[in-house]
C-alpha cells in the first residue's frame, strides 16, 4: 500500500498525558499537513511542511502541540498535557507542492491518511 | 476557522434517486473541490474546479463552479448504497503568506435505502 498511513489508528488516554502521533506520507509527497476534525465538521488546518521546514502553523495549534518532520519524510505531532477537549480525529495529508501538474493554478490534490481518533478522558 | 455553509446538513434518500448538494461562501474561491469521507477514513477528492461557470462530471457525479466563484454545487446520479458517507466542499485560498490553504464545509451526511 503506497498510500498515507497514521499510527496509531485509535488511541485513548488519560487528561494530562502526552501522546504522539505518527504519519508517513506518499513517498514522493514533500508536503505534508496535519488537520483536526471533530464530530459534524470538516478538517480544521493545523500545520503543513515543505520537505522538513513547518511553513505554517493554524492558531489553533497551541504550545502544548508540536509537529515535527527532521528528515522530510515522516511527521510527527505531539499534544502535551492533553485536555478533554483534544479528543478528535487527526488527520494527515500528503502532495505535491502547488505548479508541478504544470498547469498554473491547478490544484495539486492532498491525499489524505486514514486519521488517529484520539480520546482524551 | 473560517468554514464554508455546506447545505443540506443530511439527506437520507431511496437507492435509485438523485442527490443535490451545494456550498456557498462570503469570500471567492479560485478552486473547488468535493470530498467525501467514508466511516474512519480520511476524505477522498472527488472532483476539482478551477474556472467560474466550469461544469465537471466525474461518473455519476457532477459539480459546478458558481458564476460568482461564491459557490458551488454537487450532484449524485441514481444513487447506490455506496453512496453513503459524509461529502466535503472545500475552497482553496491564498493566504498572507502566499500559501494555498484548503477551507472547509460542515458537510453533507448522505444515507441511502436499498
Known amino acids: 500500500d503506497t498510500g498515507v498511513s497514521q499510527d496509531p489508528r485509535h488511541k485513548i488516554t488519560k487528561r494530562g498525558q502526552n501522546v504522539t502521533f505518527r504519519c508517513d506520507p506518499i513517498?514522493?509527497?514533500?508536503?505534508l499537513y496535519w488537520y483536526r476534525q471533530t464530530l459534524g465538521q470538516g478538517p480544521e488546518f493545523l500545520t503543513y511542511?515543505?520537505?522538513?521546514?513547518?511553513?505554517?502553523k493554524s492558531r489553533l495549534l497551541s504550545d502544548r502541540f508540536s509537529a515535527e518532520r527532521p528528515k522530510g519524510s515522516f511527521s510527527t505531532l505531539e499534544i502535551q498535557r492533553t485536555e478533554q477537549g483534544d479528543s478528535a480525529m487527526y488527520l494527515c495529508?500528503?502532495?505535491?507542492?502547488?505548479?508541478?501538474?504544470?498547469?498554473?493554478?491547478?490544484?495539486?490534490?492532498?491525499?489524505f491518511g486514514p486519521g488517529t481518533r484520539l480520546t482524551v478522558l | 476557522g473560517q468554514q464554508l455553509n455546506q447545505s443540506p446538513q443530511s439527506m437520507f434518500i431511496q437507492e435509485g434517486e438523485d442527490v443535490s448538494m451545494n456550498c456557498t461562501s462570503s469570500?471567492?474561491?479560485?478552486?473547488w473541490l468535493w470530498y467525501k469521507q467514508d466511516p474512519g477514513e480520511g476524505p477522498v477528492l472527488l472532483i476539482a474546479?478551477?474556472?467560474a461557470g466550469e461544469l465537471t462530471s466525474n461518473g455519476r457525479l457532477t459539480a459546478q463552479f458558481g458564476i460568482t466563484r461564491k459557490d458551488s454545487f454537487l450532484n449524485i446520479s441514481a444513487s447506490i448504497p455506496s453512496d453513503v458517507g459524509i461529502y466535503f466542499c472545500?475552497?482553496?485560498?491564498?493566504?498572507?503568506?502566499?500559501?494555498?490553504?484548503?477551507?472547509w464545509g460542515l458537510g453533507t451526511s448522505l444515507a441511502v435505502n436499498p
Open positions: 495529508a500528503s502532495s505535491l507542492p502547488s505548479g508541478t501538474s504544470g498547469r498554473v493554478g491547478v490544484y495539486n490534490e492532498q491525499f
Open positions: 469570500s471567492i474561491f479560485n478552486t
Open positions: 511542511f515543505q520537505n522538513e521546514a513547518q511553513l505554517e
Open positions: 472545500a475552497g482553496l485560498t491564498l493566504n498572507a503568506g502566499n500559501n494555498r490553504k484548503l477551507i
Open positions: 513517498s514522493e509527497h514533500n508536503r
Open positions: 474546479l478551477y474556472k
